[in-house]
């Protein structure tokens, strides 16, 4: 696990992650990438941090500098308050296990939920995939590719987005491995291969391209930007 995660989603994703705006099969590809990069954690961090900002700034009643010095210095008075311990949901074996046909993988903590609800296998020439619960603008899915296996050549319609969850991949543009974000615009081609020596998992989003055109127009151009 000492790879370090190469591509990323964009600061504007980050933004919208943080203010709550993505698709909800999007979020949650941020949200597994987030549990692989440390990089983008602290990114999501000084976002958050900064929204914090300015809503305490919205708020903020128009005192004089006395009475907010005041206030800071109650507040900095107090003592810390204690930290209570985080909530964690408990997470069974047969959660954090994903078995596809020989093989068996970690699952991310963000998506162990979403996987045990997931469609059964389809396997077709070393290609597995299970569609996971969505809502029906996108199509959320799991695909495990086998080694020395070819995604067929494809173009998009809409959207795709891939987080490698699990081993290697190529394709024209670069070599993908664990966290790893990939995201193809429409009218992109490419041939995503498995050539590493272990099974690939990924996670992928597709958008039908009359949500792309009608509902996701603001999510494109951060999309696009990133992109090149
Ligand atoms: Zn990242």
Same mark, same amino acid.
């Given at each position: 696990m000492a790879h370090v995660v190469k591509y990323h989603p964009s600061i504007s994703l980050l933004e919208q992650y943080s203010e709550g705006t993505l698709a909800a099969e999007l979020a949650l590809v941020v949200a597994a990438h987030l549990d692989f990069c440390p990089h983008c954690q602290t990114l999501h961090r000084d976002i958050e941090a900064d929204l914090g900002c300015e809503l305490a700034m919205q708020s903020a009643p128009e005192a004089n500098s006395d009475s907010w010095q005041q206030m800071l210095n109650n507040i900095l008075a107090e003592p810390a308050a204690a930290v209570p311990a985080r909530k964690t949901s408990p997470v069974t074996p047969s959660q954090s296990q994903l078995v596809v046909g020989q093989h068996s993988f970690v699952v991310p903590r963000s998506l162990q939920r979403l996987v045990s609800k997931r469609n059964k296998w389809l396997t077709l020439g070393g @290609? $597995?995939?299970?569609?996971?619960?969505?809502?029906?603008?996108?199509?959320? $899915?799991?695909? +495990? @590719?086998?080694?020395?296996?070819? *995604? =067929?050549?494809?173009?998009?319609?809409? !959207?795709? @987005?891939?987080l490698v969850l699990s081993g290697e991949m190529v394709d024209e543009m670069g070599q993908y491995a664990a966290g790893d974000l990939i995201i193809n615009?429409?009218?992109?081609?490419?041939? =995503?291969?498995? @050539?590493?020596?272990? =099974? +690939?998992?990924? !996670? $992928? *989003?597709?958008?039908? =391209?009359?949500?792309?055109?009608?509902?996701?127009?603001?999510? !494109?151009?951060?999309?696009?930007?990133?992109?090149?």
């Open positions: @290609i $597995s995939t299970a569609k996971l619960p969505g809502t029906d603008e996108n199509h959320l $899915s799991l695909l +495990c @590719i086998e080694t020395n296996t070819q *995604v =067929p050549l494809h173009t998009h319609k809409g !959207l795709e @987005i891939t615009t429409p009218d992109h081609t490419h041939t =995503p291969k498995n @050539i590493a020596g272990e =099974p +690939c998992l990924c !996670l $992928s *989003v597709l958008t039908a =391209p009359l949500e792309f055109k009608q509902g996701l127009t603001r999510l !494109l151009n951060p999309l696009q930007r990133f992109f090149y």
